[in-house]
């Protein structure tokens, strides 16, 4: 549910910049396509109707589509899970116990998910009687002999065994299966044995019978029994556990306050189990035994968000224990699991991987869903964003606290830049009933968007109303199912203020505003002009949103101007009085607006902003509209912006640095790259030196091998000793190469990769599985480059090494995409050969990738598939 983002946030930050700086909407109107219809013997050509005609259609015929809550006829009260594994067959054998009662209406039968189940009992709990069901692959319903009633309590239990497969899932949620078993019988050398679950959307009926929606909430137990040296952990506390006269050992965990049953969790696995206190709460970490003396730096901060966020919200952490635990082949980032975690293994990392690389957003996140997600969670999913959208805001709020409030609104861009991106292909509402399909609600509307409307609605309430409000909200509804509703009402009890117009307009209308902002300056009756236009589409989205904007009114040498405007027009004019012409008038001075803003300052103003503007984004927005300037100005701002207090804005400045560059730039871009407090502007500056051929800064690079502590800086200055002394470089990357950091990883690769000597295939075989994420693909093209260059039998030998990866569904995707990519790359290059042995390679090579594009079942890497190899056909 997670991304993991680039260090400059480049092209995220282009592509905003880019979209604040459009003025107008470009519309395509596209060419009718023409069907034929058959009336007798008559064939006549018609356009087909436009989607707007068709909706207007859809008006008048039919009913626009409502996902509606789950409609609640029993209420689970208790589940009870007595769990057992063959790893061999992947099963889950189970004995559920669960207690009931009708929710308000007499109840004679209890419908229960239960997705590709085979049942041996069904029965009331301690009587053997059966009880009459019907079963139809995915839902059981249980005849209960006679009506009960909303006072009568009834208990049921059900031995089963559970075959979960995988069918689909989402953007965030790669798997359906619900219950993952990862390399059960020991075949992947260096692979862990493990079992863990994801049960978010409604995928923990895959491995239990429950009532699976979100509206839905129990109690439980998990009595797991497993072979002796694993550890198993679940949600809530573990009341024992017993080591086995056969060689196993069964936990018993047991949760008493209720939650939904999609954040039930296991996690098996041989782990190292790190421990902490948090107000008499354990506080658990959970790794692989090589990273034992890095867990608390994996799981930085956890016991100061806890505080802070208990601190802020008035609501203490409310749950007896926090857990946090990294797994193999994850389908997800992380996922809520009360009490328990679960983390994909891209977190889990040595110590030196994490400077500047921290894991805080993603553990923040996780964290935060504890009061929005698990104590209160949303009703339904078109009701998505009041978890997530909590959640991805307090990544904001966290940053903002510990790391400042620059860091915090950098952080911000990313999150406007994703949404901007996504609201490119599709919108839609914050609280989305007509869905199609319950798994694309985990998008940028109820992530990114969600959590950027909660931004602007602090701003407007204020700080002290904003966390008073969320205080009553976990309050008022802790323990129970909510929708938006519940949150305006908390908000409204706490400000006393009607705010239907915001939540209308941000929760349940879509879209956002495209705003056009000229200035003026009337000098006759000095006042300041401002004009703002709003230029959304009105046939997708509200021809005119409400906006409450600060506006900064700078005169030269003296502090702002503070005014406050209401928009509320689709063209709106203000005019403030003024004792002189302003150097800049500041639009938006809070900068919290999710708009799409073409805001046309001149380049004297963008100059005065950067210089004399409070915040980082009036910075940020300066030196990127303004790096394209050749005013000896601009020049002399860039050169400024080099001493910038944020690291971005440094790392932007040695971007902007060219070849017409002096002698001073060039000297302090090298004393950057020794000296900088930040690795990543260190990297950067090690990487403008490549781009410039700059050959000065080898013993630079030197010193940064052998001593810098960031392993992203080792790499780069690895990578610019290669180009500038290659003899160095190899031998610094032959004292390198048990190092399985992806940065040196890539680096080393690189040169040996250079060095076309076939010798150093091995190094690349023996770290196939240790290169993860976006890494995966130039790892294994300098693998693939080096093969061809040994000839077809080296490339035999890597197509033997890279056949089985595409194939096996354990691997990571990005793994499994990158081996395929391999493979077509070598296919591609082996085709125009004139030699006989090597076409055959090539059309051998051909069968494996069709193979490979019809057994695939992932959904975005069949997508990746169809893209790069759509000429290919099984």
């Not at 519940?486 to 400000?495: D, I, K, M, P, S």
């Not at 010798?759 to 080096?786: D, P």
Request: hydrophobic share 40%; proline share 4%.
């Amino acid at each position: 549910m997670m991304q993991k983002k680039n260090w400059l946030y480049a092209v995220a930050a282009a592509a905003l910049l880019a979209s604040c700086s459009t003025g107008q909407k470009v519309v395509v109107a596209p060419v009718p396509e023409y069907e034929f219809r058959q009336l007798d013997t008559m064939v006549v050509t018609a356009p087909k109707k436009s989607p707007a005609e068709n909706d207007s259609e859809k008006i008048l015929n039919e009913l626009p589509v409502y996902q509606s809550s789950h409609k609640r006829e029993n209420d689970l009260l208790h589940t009870r899970l007595d769990l057992r594994f063959d790893w061999e067959k992947e099963q889950v054998l189970g004995k559920a116990t669960l207690r009931l009662k009708p929710f308000f209406y007499p109840a004679e039968t209890v419908v229960l998910d239960a997705k590709g189940f085979a049942f041996h009992q069904v029965s009331f709990a301690g009587n053997p009687d059966p009880l009459k069901y019907e079963y139809d692959g995915e839902k059981l319903t249980v005849f209960l002999g006679r009506p009960f009633t909303r006072e009568e309590e009834y208990t049921l239990f059900i031995d089963y065994t559970a075959t979960p497969s995988e069918s689909g899932g989402s953007a965030a949620i790669t798997s359906d299966r619900g219950l993952f078993f990862i390399n059960p019988r020991g075949e992947e050398a260096g692979k862990p044995r493990q079992i863990w679950t994801q049960g978010e959307t409604e995928h923990n009926s895959r491995w239990f019978p429950t009532i699976d929606k979100p509206n839905e909430r129990c109690t439980q137990e998990m009595i797991v029994t497993v072979e002796q040296g694993l550890e198993v952990l679940s949600n809530g506390v573990l009341r024992s556990k017993k080591d086995n006269e056969d060689g196993t050992s069964t936990f018993h965990w047991e949760m008493d306050q209720p939650h939904a049953p999609y954040l039930f969790m296991l996690a098996i696995g041989d782990y190292a189990v790190a421990e902490e206190q948090w107000e008499g709460k354990p506080v658990l970490y959970y790794v692989e035994p090589e990273y034992e003396e890095d867990a608390r730096a994996i799981f930085s901060n956890t016991r100061e968000m806890l505080t802070f966020f208990s601190d802020k919200l008035g609501v203490k952490y409310p749950w007896p224990k926090y857990a946090q635990v990294v797994v193999r082949d994850y389908v997800s980032g992380a996922m809520e699991n009360t009490t328990s975690v679960i983390f994909s293994d891209f977190v889990q990392k040595h110590r030196r991987e994490l400077i500047d690389n921290h894991n805080e957003s993603i553990i923040a996140h996780e964290l935060f869903h504890h009061w929005f997600g698990d104590l209160v969670t949303c009703e339904s999913w078109a009701n998505l964003t009041m978890n997530e959208g909590f959640a991805n805001y307090s990544e904001y709020l966290w940053i903002e606290h510990q790391y400042g409030k620059e860091a915090a609104d950098y952080h911000l861009l990313s999150e406007w830049s994703g949404y901007f991106g996504s609201a490119r292909g599709d919108i839609h509402p914050l609280i989305h009933f007509g869905y199609e399909n319950k798994e694309d609600m985990f998008d940028a509307h109820s992530y990114n968007k969600g959590g950027a409307v909660l931004h602007m609605l602090r701003n407007y309430v204020g700080d002290e109303a904003f966390w008073a409000a969320l205080g009553k909200y976990l309050t008022d509804n802790a323990y129970t199912a909510v929708e938006a509703h519940n949150l305006r009402l908390a908000f409204e009890a706490v400000t006393g203020e009607d705010l239907n117009w915001f939540f209308n307009q941000w929760f349940f209308s879509q879209g956002h505003p495209r705003l056009n902002v000229t200035y003026g300056y009337d000098a006759e009756q000095r006042q300041v002009t401002l004009q703002v236009e709003q230029l959304q589409d009105p046939g997708t989205m509200p021809p005119i949103f409400q906006l409450p904007v600060a506006v900064d009114i700078y005169l030269d040498g003296k502090e702002p101007v503070r005014k406050k405007i209401w928009i509320d027009q689709r063209t709106q004019a203000f005019r403030f009085d003024v004792p002189e012409q302003p150097v800049l008038v500041n639009f938006d001075a809070d900068r919290v607006l999710l708009a799409e803003t073409q805001d046309n300052k001149t380049e004297e103003a963008l100059l005065y902003q950067y210089y004399h503007a409070p915040k980082f984004l009036d910075r940020y927005e300066a030196v990127l509209l303004l790096e394209n300037g050749a005013t000896s100005q601009v020049r002399k701002l860039m050169e400024d912006a080099l001493e910038d207090d944020f690291w971005a804005i440094r790392g932007i400045a040695v971007s902007n640095i060219d070849e017409s560059a002096g002698e001073a730039a060039l000297a302090r871009l090298k004393e950057m790259a020794a000296t900088d407090p930040r690795s990543q502007v260190r990297v950067a500056a090690f990487e403008k030196l490549m781009s410039l051929e700059d050959a000065g800064a080898i013993e630079q690079a030197k010193t940064a091998i052998q001593y810098d502590s960031a392993y992203n800086v080792i790499g780069a200055a690895l990578q610019y000793l290669s180009i500038n002394d290659g003899e160095a470089a190899l031998e610094y990357a032959k004292k390198l190469e048990t190092e399985t950091a992806d940065d040196l990883l890539l680096a080393v690769g690189e040169i040996y990769a250079a060095s076309g000597d076939p010798a150093y295939l091995s190094f690349f075989e023996k770290n196939l599985g240790n290169v993860g994420s976006f890494s995966a693909i130039y790892f294994l093209e300098q693998y693939q480059n080096l093969a061809m260059e040994g000839g077809l039998s080296a490339s035999r030998q890597a197509a033997g090494q890279l056949q089985p990866i595409a194939f096996d569904t354990g691997k990571s995707p990005w793994l499994r995409f990158s081996a395929t990519r391999a493979l077509n790359e070598m296919r591609r290059v082996y085709m125009d050969s004139s030699d006989l042995a090597e076409q055959e390679f090539s059309a051998g090579l051909l069968e494996i990738i069709k193979k490979i594009k019809a057994t695939e079942e992932n959904g975005q890497l069949k997508a990746y598939y169809e893209q790069m190899l759509p000429d290919i056909r099984p």
